[in-house]
């Protein structure tokens, strides 16, 4: 465990790294990028192999860092963090895999690449709100970059919505915070001091507390409807970014959601879980209809990402341990799948016909042409659907059972938007890889480049992972679950595990 914060480390130097790189080759910048996310993800896997999940997290790191304030340079980890660790390092890698192709400023590419995993290593590890803040900043900045520079079209637009999205939601955070720790006379950032600081707020002013800090979380998660900057910004972005922005950055949000804004402020999240539940669920039915009827496969799959991070939002909505330990479980499950979606589209169908239209692919017969393609994405839009077998399945059927035993009424309402998933998704596979055999509007090159080793490896990777988890939850569940019993997230969890 205590070799944990190298991840965050190690990826700063590789960003570094890979600029100086960069300077001498492309081949250069790639080999110090691919380095660097698998040493860090190494480091994760090494520390799980001695992790034993508890109830309370494991520090590894605390110092004082800012004294007149109380903020400390405090790292730990438990269950929850772990899962997202390894969700980090299995999409950074991956990610890097699928930049192999990436020609123009490869250098720069990955130092920004790079900086963005390091803020999210940073936040997954933070055990002070002040800190976590700073990382889940620095994990924002670099987006901007990796989209203006290396997108595709309106990518100076997408690039600034995102990021005015984004610094509009950490606004609210930082005014929450500053907010508690001054009027709740708190000594530090810590999640217990501000927690002990917030028990002492009226209820009204719990509510307004929680509203600047869950709502300014819950725009990064995708939270309907604040979720309008996700598919313009994934369909704009560059593969990885892309794989980066549904995978790992997304998450951020929930994340926050659940480390500070539920268990500092309950009596406010008591005031807002009907709002918050019917949100999530309405994201879910809303973003299914409006991926139905896009011609982008990458807008697709970005408004797909929006419905399956509405069932997150619907977890912690619940907030009780079997929908909670869903939730967390559907970060990892839809990190992954979703990587594995942007990757196929953004990297082996884009980059070889130019083209994202559905009724331009339709009828290139893509299934023979790129047969590895077809199979990959048939295999995660099978997983993206919530079937047995992949990590999607117990992770949504966690979160439905958690929330009937809350309102029957929003697991209802969210099984259609499953129903809806499974429609959008049956679509773009039939379009893109069997539509027939005469193009409909020119026929790409003729024949395809095939798909690269590197593609190859890290849709095997994204593949493996997901069936693993589909077919093992326990895994991670065996983690996740007792991190849900510890005292603060205790104060508003209601049980129901079994």
Known sequence: MSTLPWTVYLSLIGAAGSLLAGRRSPGAARAVALAAALASWALVIAAALHFHASASAETIVDAAWIPSLGIRYHLAADGISMTLLMLTGIAATAGVLFSWNIAERTGEFFAFYLALIAGVYGVFLSADAFLLFVFYELAIVPKYFLIAIWGSANREYAAMK???????????????LLWAYAAGGAHGFGFGELAAAAENFSPARQAGLFALVFFGFAILAGLFPFHTWAPTGHAAAPTAASMLLAGVVMKLGAYGCLRIALPLFPAGFAFWQPAIAWLAVGGIVWAGLIALVQEDAKFVIGYSSVSHMGFVMLGLAAANTRAVGGAVLQMFSHGVIAGLLFAVVGRMVYDRTHTRNLG?????????????????????GLASMGLPGFSGFPAELSILIGAWRVSPAWPAVAAVGIVIAAAFTLRVVVAIFFGGDEPASGPPPDPLPPISLPERAGALLLIGATILIGLKPDLLLNWILPSLQSPLLQGVLKGGSS
Not at 162 to 176: D, H, Q, R
Not at 362 to 379: I, N, Q, S
């Open 162 to 176: 995102l990021v005015l999205y984004s610094f509009a939601g950490s606004a609210l955070v930082l005014a929450g």
């Open 360 to 380: 331009q692919l339709r009828g290139m017969a893509l299934g023979r042409k790129l047969p590895f393609a077809a199979v990959v994405f048939v295999l995660a």
